[in-house]
């Protein structure tokens, strides 16, 4: 069982003190701390609960879109609350204490904080938010889980999670996002890329509950009847999904995997003898020597462009896998070391992790830093001159391990620590894909399956696999 605290708030918001107007909302300064709510729409607010008064908001990986300042949002103030109306819902902020309640048109409640506190600091560096909970309201979403359509009753971690040979279910997976739309007329996404974990009324039935292991405490109320108008404004919100090119909605061979050039033409002819109406052949991590390597194994595949050309012919695109990991005996692993672009431990030389399983054990394996922008430049200059030459193009990428899968307490990273940057680490990795490409190739559509994401990953053209 996740412990998840939903006892009396500590260190929480306290009474109201004053509020001022901001550029985009208002701001209101607490015993212990402030709220901010910033309108992104007239059906979209922002709120921050802020620990301490010289907290900040976090930074956003995950939203792109900027809040409106041309919103009209009405203010009134009694002696007991503070309330501010867009004209599709208000947002009631009570005094003593401070919590907070959202309002249709109509001035029937949506969701509630309850009446003592709605903002906790259970220990620590965690927060969680907590609100009321009906017993009409039905959750959906959070990413990719085994565990049925509506999560209530559930307790689930927001964590990346890659899991093999499953045979049960499974509430934690790859890809995870902290956002739950609903049937009772909103969805709330949780803007804190932190290990963190929902509880759908799983500790109290009248409770629902939202903590992060670090950050500051940030989420978007979405008013919303259905869950379609829900999620587009989650995509105004966090991006929305480019089209994918015609072929990567056909059928998608793959396995585990084709050694050689020889194989991997075999399996063409024979889809083609079958009348299988192939679309795309997927080229597992035999296609390169060693892990790491941004190059073709030649004395594998002697001539992967005219193969490529070939399948092409046959109606067929390329793609191939790559890994944010590389074996000691990468090409790349020596210069990157030096530059200074994998993951580190505490005494700021490179992670080794020995026993590395694509080498039988035999070497240790090291994880790019792609929370490192020059890694991320570096990663990406390798890219062209295996994709393309004169005469055939790989049509796309494969993204594998990105969870990252192996990531251990102790490793550090540019951004910092473990549980602050592994839920985002896969997102920066297809934001540098798809934008070489995009310069590499203008006007072609980009193709990434991916095994891992997290909110907003979708811009990026990426299309999970599991």
């Known amino acids: 069982m996740i412990s998840s605290a939903v006892d009396a708030a500590q260190n929480g918001h306290g009474s109201y003190q004053s509020h001022q107007e901001s550029e985009y909302g208002y701001s209101i300064r607490t015993e212990n701390g402030a709220v901010n709510l910033s309108w992104y729409s007239p059906t979209m607010v922002r709120v921050d609960h802020l620990s301490g008064p010289e907290a900040e908001p976090d930074s956003s990986y995950s939203v792109i879109k900027q809040p409106d300042p041309q919103i009209s949002i009405s203010e009134n103030e009694t002696s007991r609350y503070l309330e501010f109306n867009s004209g599709v819902f208000a947002v009631r902020v009570n005094k003593d204490p401070v919590y907070l309640t959202f309002y249709d048109a109509e001035g029937s409640q949506i969701l509630t904080e309850p009446a003592d506190g709605g903002f906790e600091i259970p220990e620590g560096e965690r927060k969680q938010a907590t609100f009321d909970l009906d017993e009409h309201t039905a959750f959906y979403g959070t990413g990719m889980r085994g565990v049925g359509f509506n999560l209530r009753g559930k307790e689930l971690e927001v964590y990346n999670t890659q899991n093999y040979g499953y045979q049960e279910p499974l509430e934690t997976m790859n890809v995870n996002i902290p956002m739950t739309v609903t049937n009772s007329g909103y969805a709330l996404f949780f803007d804190n890329r932190w290990r963190s974990y929902f509880d759908f009324g799983y500790q109290r039935e009248d409770r629902f509950s939202f903590r992060t292991e670090g950050g500051e405490m940030t989420y978007y109320f979405i008013a919303g009847e259905h869950v379609a108008a829900q999620l587009k404004d989650y995509t105004r919100l966090t991006g929305r999904q480019p089209i994918p090119p015609k072929w990567g909605l056909g059928y998608i061979q793959s396995k585990f995997g084709y050694e050689t050039e020889e194989e991997a033409r075999g399996i063409v002819d024979s889809l083609r003898m079958k009348n299988i109406p192939t679309d795309v052949l997927v080229l597992d991590l035999y296609w390169n020597e060693n892990m790491g390597d941004l190059s073709w194994d030649r004395r594998a595949f002697p001539d992967p462009y005219g193969m490529i050309r070939d399948f092409k012919a046959e109606g067929i695109q390329t793609v191939l896998i790559s890994q944010p990991y590389m074996e000691e005996y990468s090409r790349n692993f020596p210069p990157a070391d030096s530059l200074g672009y994998l993951v580190m431990d505490e005494n700021g030389d490179t ?81 540098l894909l798809f934008n070489g490409h995009r310069e590499m190739r203008p006007g072609e559509r980009v193709f990434n399956l991916s095994r891992s994401g997290f909110a907003g990953i979708q811009r990026y053209a990426t299309f999970p696999w599991s």
């Open 351 to 431: 992670y080794r992790m020995e026993e590395w399983w694509s080498c039988d054990g035999e070497c240790f394996g090291v994880l790019l830093d792609f929370t490192n922008p020059d890694t991320r430049d570096w990663w990406w200059s390798h890219h062209p001159e295996f994709m393309q030459n004169d005469t055939a193009n790989v049509a796309g990428y494969w993204t594998d391990l990105g969870e990252p899968e192996r990531h251990h307490e102790d490793m550090y990273h540019h951004e910092g620590v473990v549980e602050e940057v592994h839920n985002t680490y896969n997102l920066k990795w297809a934001q």
